[in-house]
């Protein structure tokens, strides 16, 4: 299943906002150094308890300084810890991320380096701005050394703490952030919300409300900032949240198991033969799923209840269109068959491996099937071993539903198939006998209409209890973490 420590990683560059006396002073002079740096912050930085469902399952750090020994630069530095029962494995993710931008107003970003350390792998990024792009150098264990040259990052001083900025100039602010993991930019925007007032330490205090939003995790992150500069709390939807703790209280972590905790218990069991079955069709009434994630296809169809409920009603069967030729022409625009930093699909092993799983087979359909038994067969079940990037599971063969599913997903698009990986929940009977949806992720592909696989679980066709809310790994379905209920199953 999908390691829930796959969090909102932008969290590592918002976690640094706050409140500037500023805002009450009116509009402020033209300024030397960018707004964000003349903001009130705690010194030497700030430190956050992760919770999910109220158990500590990480802690945040982060910090934005001048650099006293480099005149006209400022350095972002965030770290962050996540720590967690999977099954019967510990998994454990380090990251690191410093970011050096020019300190004047519209300061470039001139460097960042990436840390990473446990579960997904290990690896350092080092970019720096040249006049022709970015030029990232990337490391791992036991790997050449690499040199990715990606475009120009529009990144500014101000997107580093958008949060502060927007206080300071009492309006929105749209900027853009280049991601450490895949090293995209993505648009990002700040607006500020209403004041309220809690009562903190025995003394009423008035908070104001700062939500910001990423075109790549779509998950409105909301923070509560005190007039002093303070972050009280960070909130990643209702179940997620960052509370201001001291370093030593920040560090103390629960020991949770975040399969139990997760997961979405149902009100009756689905007989193993039944749920698995293909064709078949399952539906489920369900509490708590915005309208946002009900995009009707093929597959899943929606009726809206009187009760505010949905009956979600999943079907899976075999592909009706005619065999095709590979390589495909993708419909969503090209997209699903690029490579990137994760999806390594133009990498020289995987596409090797790709050649040799498909031999002479032209056919897509047959290719795909090939590619998902090969690596359903191939790769070892093992929770908190994971890896984050293509050729790293390639080389390790082994890992959960995401290690499965990226593996998957790169071997088919090098073979000119359009795939993605799709982001939902599944039904299991664990060891305990409670029915319940526990959070996953398999595979799409196109081959001439898009057909869902399982490699994890060796499904051709993944089965009608696959219920998916979003794709390609991103965090917009955190947030119905804690959220879902389902009050009805009819098979």
């Given at each position: ?10 969290l590592?560059?918002?976690?640094g ?9 009116g509009?402020?002079p ?8 003349r903001?009130?912050?705690?010194e ?9 469902q ?8 982060t ?7 480099e005149?006209g630069?400022?350095r ?22 410093e ?14 380096k ?50 502060r900025?927007?206080m ?22 700040t ?11 025995g ?17 409105p ?22 509370r201001?703790?001291?370093m ?65 009603t999943i079907r899976?069967?075999?592909?009706k ?13 090209g997209?699903?068959?690029?490579s ?8 020289p ?5 790709a ?46 539903c995401?290690e ?9 698009r ?25 959070w ?5 592909v196109w ?24 794709e390609e790994?991103n ?17």
């Open positions: 299943m999908t390691r829930t420590s796959r969090l909102p990683l932008l590592l560059l918002l976690v906002v706050g409140f500037s006396a500023a805002e009450a002073r509009p402020a033209k300024a030397r150094v960018s707004d964000v740096l903001a009130p912050r705690p030497g930085g700030e430190w956050f308890g992760l919770y999910l109220g158990k500590k399952v990480g802690y945040i750090f910090d934005l300084t001048p650099l006293p020994r005149p630069k400022a972002l530095v965030s770290e962050y810890v996540f720590k967690a029962k999977v099954g019967a494995n510990v998994s454990e993710r380090y990251l690191r991320e970011r050096v931008y020019e300190s004047k107003p519209s300061g470039r970003l001139l460097t960042f990436l840390e990473q350390r446990g579960d997904g792998g290990e690896q350092v990024l080092e970019a720096m701005a040249t006049p022709d792009g970015l030029r990232v150098l990337r490391k791992r264990p036991g790997v050449p050394n690499q040199v990715l040259n990606q475009p120009s990052s529009p990144e500014t001083i101000e997107d580093a703490d958008q949060a900025t927007a300071i100039r009492n309006e929105t602010v749209r900027g853009t952030i280049t991601d450490g993991q895949d090293l995209r930019a993505y648009r990002v925007t607006t500020l919300g209403k004041h309220e007032e809690r009562t903190l330490a003394v009423k205090t008035r908070l104001r409300r700062v939500k910001t939003l990423s075109e790549k995790e779509k998950v992150v909301e923070a509560l900032l005190t007039s002093e500069g303070a972050m009280v709390e960070i909130h990643f939807g209702p179940m997620l949240v960052a201001a703790e001291p030593n209280v920040a560090k103390n972590l629960d020991q949770v198991e975040v399969f139990g905790l997760t997961r979405i218990v149902l009100p009756r069991t689905i007989p193993e033969a039944r749920a698995r079955q293909v064709p078949s069709e399952v539906t489920f009434t369900v509490k708590g799923l915005p309208k946002r994630f009900q995009e009707p296809g093929t597959r899943q169809r929606y009726v809206a209840k009187p009760d505010g409920s949905v009956d979600v899976a069967s075999h592909p269109a005619a065999p095709r030729p590979r390589p495909l022409a993708d419909p969503s625009g997209k699903y068959l690029l990137d930093i994760i999806v390594e699909s133009e990498d092993a995987i596409r090797a491996l050649q040799q799983i498909a031999g002479t087979e032209s056919d897509a359909w047959t290719t795909a099937r090939k590619v998902n038994a090969w690596v359903a067969r191939n790769l070892k079940k093992e929770y908190g071993a994971s890896a984050d990037r293509a050729t790293d599971v390639l080389r390790q063969r082994k890992g959960d995401t499965h599913s990226l593996l998957a997903v790169s071997l088919m090098a073979l000119g198939l359009p795939a993605k990986r799709t982001d939902g929940v599944v039904y299991m009977l664990n060891e305990d006998g409670v029915p319940a949806f526990y996953h992720e398999w595979v799409e081959v001439g209409e898009w057909v869902q696989m399982d490699p994890t679980f060796n499904q051709t066709i993944a089965d009608a209890t696959h219920f998916a809310l979003g790994g965090a917009e379905i955190t947030p119905l973490i804690g959220q879902l209920r389902v009050t009805g199953v009819r098979f």
